[in-house]
């Protein structure tokens, strides 16, 4: 066996002995302990950090929009997730706002609560993701013929317009303008977080090993 696939599988056994800890810990704690928390915003930051690595490390661009593109994907299942008997009250000062459903309602009833309300609200997490890689292709287009600093300061300058845009008082009938968006639902436990992380930084590692990985790689080494 190489010292390559030696490496390999040291590293699986450490990540799945994390996984089965995390999983262990939010099934012993209730969802509202410290622990949990902790555990679920790791989740998103690790994401967040992977993402980061895929692009400023794979690829050697340097790029400072990754929060604009969250921002996208937060709205985006905060707007179409929100239910619907509580929309007068998210949207008081925008006479209940534009959007007037809910996926997760939508879905429930087809499937049933448990059921259907989980499955909505991974279809309004995917959703979220389509725009935000939508609007990342259409930025990349211009954008990515830059180089250096000036990528960076375009990418920044991006996130900094989305952040204006989105609290914005004339789109605040999606948007909430200023206002926060709640009531959206979410996980209790940190467990759907874990794999929901698991299986998208799984991917990236896919992806890195892929044919466009490679390709990655070779305009890291000469763009």
Not at 38 to 56: D, R, W
Not at 125 to 152: C, W
Request: proline share 3%.
């Amino acid at each position: 066996m190489t010292n390559s696939k030696k490496k390999t599988i040291f590293v699986a056994l450490v990540l799945a002995v994390l996984l089965a800890a995390c999983i262990v810990v939010d099934l012993t704690l209730p969802s509202y302990h410290i622990a949990v928390t902790v555990i679920k915003k790791a989740t998103v930051y690790a994401l967040v950090a992977v993402s980061m690595n895929l692009l400023n490390g794979f690829t050697g661009l340097f790029s400072l929009g990754q929060a604009g593109f969250m921002l996208i994907g937060a709205y985006a299942y905060s707007i179409f997730a929100i239910p619907a008997d509580q929309h007068q009250a998210v949207y008081q000062y925008f006479d209940g706002g534009a959007i007037q459903f809910s996926l997760p309602e939508i879905v429930s009833g087809v499937l049933g609560d448990t059921v259907g309300t989980v499955l909505g609200m991974l279809l309004a997490l995917l959703v979220g993701g389509i725009l935000a890689a939508l609007m990342a292709y259409l930025i990349g287009l211009p954008v990515l013929r830059l180089k250096s600093d000036y990528l960076a300061i375009a990418t920044l300058g991006f996130a900094e317009i989305l952040r204006a845009f989105f609290q914005w008082n004339a789109l605040g009938p999606i948007t909430n303008g200023s206002n926060l968006l709640k009531s959206y639902p979410t996980f209790s436990h940190a467990t759907p977080y874990v794999l929901l992380a698991g299986l998208m930084i799984a991917m990236i590692v896919l992806l890195i090993n892929s044919t466009y990985g490679r390709a990655f790689k070779a305009i890291r080494d000469d763009e």
